[in-house]
């Protein structure tokens, strides 16, 4: 599979899921954009390190995805964009009657709202090339709830909404939409809501990773950057040319209970 002069943009994309879905893109072949919003020294050597390691062109360019000014500037300052990933995102925990107002406006903007606009500004350029890939990196909280992530649930759910709209919107233009939903896969996000998950249910570290965070899925073992990465290059392969509008899970059967 070689995605050879294609450009995909990934947001959000200086650790984490986003990270490993730009290496094994630029592992394809295709030219990477890596985006964060601190525009840091380390930032820029992320994109450096990913071009030396697969001979590929990759750059970064920071843009803060709660902006939807800078959501639609990322697509322009990239040049090109055959592949969309719209991965940002961030989390915060607590009781919907102590959900702090801001957070909800912040995690629907980060990681809803955002795609909107990335997506709007990208299709035209994936209309005129005649070939496109938009994936939206939901979760499995884009299927199931849990409590105490109101916002976070709300925006994975209407991910997959958007998804579907989008697919049907280019259908039959070479372009797919798709939303992939990982369960639990060790990132910093991830790493965040461990103190707090020990001090609400009273664990040490082990035991609410074991017990609490990967007790809904069955494999018993967080899901890998790489295998989400993985699943990203085979939506963007010609075997997958018909699969579009639809979720694809990588949560060790999580969605399956
Ligand atoms: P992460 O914290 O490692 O990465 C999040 C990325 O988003 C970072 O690169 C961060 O810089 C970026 N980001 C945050 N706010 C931003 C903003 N305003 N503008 C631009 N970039 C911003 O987390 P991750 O676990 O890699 O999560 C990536 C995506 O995968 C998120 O959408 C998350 O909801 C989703 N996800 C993660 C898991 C998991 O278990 N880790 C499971 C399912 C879905």
Redesign the pocket.
Known sequence: MSLAGKTAIV??????????IAKELARAGASVVL????DSGEDHATARAVADEHGVAARYVS????DPEACRALVERAGACDILVN?????HVARIEEFPPAKWDAIIA??LS?AFHTTAAALPGMKAAGWGRVLN?????GLTASPYKAA?VAA?HGIVGLTKTTALEVAGQGITANAI??????????E?QIPDQMKTHNMDRETVIKEVMLARQPSGE??T?EQVGGTAVFLCSDAAAQITGTTISVDGGWTAL
């Open positions: 947001t959000g994309s200086t650790s984490g899921i986003g990270l490993g985006n964060s919003f601190t843009a803060d995805m709660s991965n940002a995102g961030i989390q980060i990681n955002s990196i939901s979760s499995a909280h976070y994975k939903c990982p369960g639990y896969v060790l990132t910093p996000i991830v965040s967080f899901a950057t």
